[in-house]
C-alpha cells in the first residue's frame, strides 16, 4: 500500500495533488503550508471547470511535494470567485507567497499564462484553507 493510499484511508474522500505547476512550485508551496503562512489559493476558473473533482467547501486534500510524496492535509474553509483585478491584499497575503504583498502576487501572472490565457478581468477561484495534519 502506498503511503498517499495509507492517508486516503484517514481522509477517505480526501484528493491527493501538489501546488503549482512544476516540482519545485510543489516543494516550495507545500512547504509555506506547513509553515502556516500559505493559507489560500487560486486558478483561472477555467482550470476548475476542465478538473472533474472540483473542491468544496470542508473537502480535504492531501497535498503532494514535487516527489509525489504526501506532506500534509488540508480542509478548505471558504471558496471565492475573484477577476484578477479585483484580488485584494488580503488574499495575496494569504497565498504567503513572495513578501506576501499585493503587488508581487500580480507580477506572478505568468502562473496564469501557463494554465492557459491570463487577462486583468479573468475569473479565479480562491480556496481559503486549514492546515489538518501534517504528515
Not at 31 to 37: C, S, T, Y
Not at 77 to 95: D, H, N, P
Not at 102 to 108: P, Q, T
Request: charged share 25%; net charge negative.
Amino acid at each position: 500500500m502506498s503511503q498517499c493510499e495509507v492517508w486516503k484511508k484517514k481522509y477517505p474522500d480526501a484528493q491527493a495533488w501538489g501546488f503549482g505547476d512544476s516540482p519545485q512550485m510543489a516543494d516550495e508551496l507545500a512547504a509555506l503550508v506547513v509553515k502556516g503562512l500559505k493559507t489560500a489559493s487560486c486558478g483561472s476558473l477555467t482550470s476548475y471547470e476542465a478538473d472533474p473533482l472540483i473542491p468544496r467547501i470542508g473537502s480535504y486534500h492531501i497535498i503532494l511535494n514535487g516527489q509525489g510524496d504526501a506532506v500534509c492535509v488540508i480542509r478548505i474553509i471558504a471558496l471565492r470567485l475573484w477577476r484578477f483585478s479585483q484580488v485584494t491584499q488580503e488574499l495575496a497575503y494569504k497565498e504567503g507567497e513572495g513578501d506576501r504583498s499585493l503587488n508581487y502576487w500580480r507580477r506572478e501572472e505568468a502562473f496564469f499564462r501557463r494554465e492557459g490565457g491570463f487577462s486583468e478581468t479573468m475569473e479565479l477561484v480562491a480556496e481559503e484553507f486549514e492546515l489538518v495534519e501534517i504528515l
